[in-house]
Nanobody, 118 residues
Framework: QVQLVESGGGSVQAGDSLRLSCAASARTFANNVMAWFRQVPGKERVFVARINWNDGSTNYADFVKGRFTISRDNAKNTVYLQMNNLKPEDTAVYYC???????????WGQGTQVTVSS
């Protein structure tokens, strides 16, 4: 069992930056891939970015490319999402997820709210 704890959300102005953190209770084969998703009320949860613990390879949704960066700190079992040039449409609850494969996430954090005002 892997537990994920997110932090770093908040309310900012358009153009500002935020860094989200996701601390994993352990690193095992079960959480080889770590990812961020986001969800707004009434809509499905959507993929934002993912990273492979082992080789650090990353992948991003088109709508965040060039603005968001996902990274990891192996020593701290923590994954980060650096969000720059935030836009009002980035407002959502951001969730950290972990899984063995990038197409299946078995563990989810509790979510952290990000609100961007214009």
């Amino acid at each position: 069992q892997v537990q994920l704890v997110e932090s770093g959300g908040g309310s900012v102005q358009a153009g500002d930056s935020l860094r989200l953190s996701c601390a994993a209770s352990a690193r095992t084969f079960a959480n080889n891939v770590m990812a961020w998703f986001r969800q707004v009320p009434g809509k499905e949860r959507v993929f934002v970015a993912r990273i492979n613990w082992n080789d650090g390879s990353t992948n991003y949704a088109d709508f965040v490319k060039g603005r968001f960066t996902i990274s990891r700190d192996n020593a701290k079992n923590t994954v980060y999402l650096q969000m720059n040039n935030l836009k009002p449409e980035d407002t959502a609850v951001y969730y950290c997820a972990a899984g063995m494969y990038y197409w299946k996430y078995n563990y989810w954090g509790q979510g952290t709210q990000v609100t961007v005002s214009s």
